[in-house]
């Protein structure tokens, strides 16, 4: 019963240079990617924010700093939120990892792609779900089922909460484009999941207030979805395996 707002983390260095980071420590924003996040204070500024979670991972914090410190906010770290332990793959090239046999199994058959020494990207979404459940079931306990809440993750983790949102098969989750600082949101009810938006990179977000309740009525029921936005042109596949 609650909006979730899914905020990719802003650029970082292994984007631009085209290296899958996974789990690797110290992936810091760069100059661009701290303009983005800067720019998400006052992109957001018209919506009551109740809560913010985020990845452990430092993008993904660094990301969310500006906006919690304008808001007076202490991000919840949450573990399940963090990008996928690509195990082997970590910190390997996107143009050198296209080239495994296991690359066209994360392309076509993600379902049934565990990387080597890491995780698998089912294993992924399911513990992603969760979490995003976890804490939507927490924040409307705290802060009623119109609170609208952050979550800041990575592309491959975004786009297998979305395609559970959808109902879609997590093979199709390559085809859903996440790029580095979009929003992507949905709302939770009682029956189901609602995609509002997906990639938002620089809509207005003043339609996302939620409506005041009216007299007898308890929270909002289920809703309308709106259009997707369209996929930025300065996509970046660095840290994700979409090809």
């Known amino acids: 019963m609650t909006t979730l707002i899914l905020l990719r983390h802003g650029r970082s260095t292994s984007n631009t240079a085209g290296v899958l980071a996974g789990r ?3 992936v810091e924003l760069d100059d661009k990617g701290r303009e983005q996040a800067a720019a998400v204070v006052e992109r957001l500024a018209p919506l009551p ?3 913010i979670v985020t990845s452990p991972m430092l993008r993904c914090r660094q990301t969310v700093t500006p906006l919690a410190e304008a808001r007076g906010l202490v991000p919840v770290v949450e ?22 046999d296991l690359w066209k199994v994360v392309q076509a058959h993600p379902s049934a792609a565990v990387f080597p020494g890491g995780e ?26 119109a609170a609208l809440w952050v979550a800041c993750s990575h592309g491959d983790v975004i786009k297998a909460v979305l ?7 997590l093979d199709n989750f390559q085809r859903i ?15 189901r999941p609602f995609v509002a938006r997906v990639n938002d990179v620089g809509g207005d977000v003043a339609s996302l207030l939620p409506p005041p309740p009216k007299e007898g009525e308890e929270g909002q029921g289920d809703g309308v979805a709106e259009p997707v936005a369209e996929p930025s042109s300065d996509a970046v596949v660095g840290g994700s395996t979409g090809a």
Request: proline share 3%; hydrophobic share 40%.
């Open 49 to 51: 924010i109740a809560e």
């Open 120 to 145: 698998g990207l089912a294993g992924m979404q399911a513990r992603a779900v969760a979490a995003v459940r976890h804490h939507e079931r927490r924040i409307a306990e705290a802060h009623g089922p």
């Open 163 to 169: 395609a559970d949102a959808l109902a879609s098969h």
């Open 177 to 191: 484009v996440v790029d580095t600082c979009s929003m992507s949101v949905v709302t939770y009810t009682r029956t």
């Open 79 to 100: 573990e399940d939120l963090s990008e996928v332990d690509y195990g082997d793959w970590t910190g390997g090239t996107l143009a050198e990892l296209a080239k495994e």
């Open 24 to 26: 690797t420590p110290g």
